[in-house]
């Protein structure tokens, strides 16, 4: 049991890669608080996650780039089990537009969602952290925080600027017993990406066929999507990790998409 009693707060594990993390981590131990925008379903993944592996969880209603919202989230987690081992700053959406055609609302948008999100999140629970002297953050990056592609202006800037902020919070957190790292994965089949394979199609006049094979998988080494269960092993691998040797890392899980 990897997670055995620890607390941790997972943004956006209503769905997909979160809803994934939050599973996993419940598996080994851990208690889990699903922070998320949509109430009803993360109260429906609460439930099945105590039913399931028989461990804590909590739902908590948080829009992540509100700072009221997420302070109240924390101070709830910490109420109910006193302090915070684990943060996984995950919930994310997707906007693809040209640049000339992106409306700069949904560039805003789009960057808070992604970074305010961490930052405040971050800024929420170091405090508990440090007071325990231990704790663990994780970033949902991306591929697109080392690469870039067409139609995603405000998402690649934001997973670039995940990175930036992860070292800064390695370094600040490091000398307090905090290690802050960022997991890169390449095309996961969820609701997020779901929603593009069409609107890409139009965008770039291919059929939906082709956005998958060509542009999604295309520079995987065997046409393969990575999918959830990868992304929320790479979560445990990080969380449970029992020392702070990695600090201020990112790792790719992309099917080889992209290599360093
Ligand atoms: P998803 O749409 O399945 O889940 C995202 C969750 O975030 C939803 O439950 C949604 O309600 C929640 N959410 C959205 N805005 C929120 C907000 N303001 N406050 C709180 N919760 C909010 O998407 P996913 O594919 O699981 O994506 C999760 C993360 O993984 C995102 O950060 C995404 O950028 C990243 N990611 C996804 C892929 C992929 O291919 N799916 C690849 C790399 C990185």
């Not at 929603?195 to 998958?212: F, H, N, R, T, Y």
Request: hydrophobic letters at 45%; charged letters at 20%; one cysteine or more.
């Amino acid at each position: 049991m990897k997670l055995k009693d620890k607390s941790c707060i997972v943004t956006g594990a209503a769905s997909g890669i979160g809803n994934a993390i939050a599973h996993r981590f419940a598996s080994e131990g851990g208690k889990v608080a699903i922070a998320d925008l949509n109430q009803d379903a993360a109260q429906k993944a609460a439930d099945e996650i105590k039913a399931k592996y028989g461990t804590d969880a909590l739902a908590i209603a948080m829009d992540v780039t509100s700072e009221q919202q997420v302070d109240a989230g924390v101070a709830q987690v910490v109420s109910a089990w006193g302090g915070v081992d684990v943060l996984v700053s995950n919930a994310g959406i997707q906007i693809v537009n040209p640049v000339e055609n992106y409306a700069f609302a949904d560039w805003k948008k789009m960057l808070a969602i992604h970074l305010d999100g961490a930052f405040l999140t971050s800024k929420a629970v170091l405090p508990h952290m440090y007071a325990k002297g231990s704790g663990s953050i994780l970033f949902m990056g991306s591929v697109h925080s080392k690469e870039a592609s067409p139609l995603k202006s405000a998402y690649v800037t934001a997973k670039h600027g995940l990175l930036g902020l992860a070292r800064v919070i390695a370094k600040e957190g490091g000398k307090k017993g905090v290690r802050t790292n960022v997991i890169c994965p390449g095309f996961v089949r969820t609701p997020l990406v779901d929603k593009q394979i069409p609107e890409q199609a139009k965008e770039l006049g291919i059929s939906e066929d082709e956005v998958v094979k060509k542009v999604m998988l295309g520079q995987t080494v065997d046409g393969e999507f990575t999918t959830v269960e990868d992304i929320a092993e790479v979560a445990l691998f990080f969380a449970g990790f029992e020392t702070n040797a990695l600090n201020g890392q990112s790792l790719i899980a992309s099917h080889g998409w992209f290599m360093e």
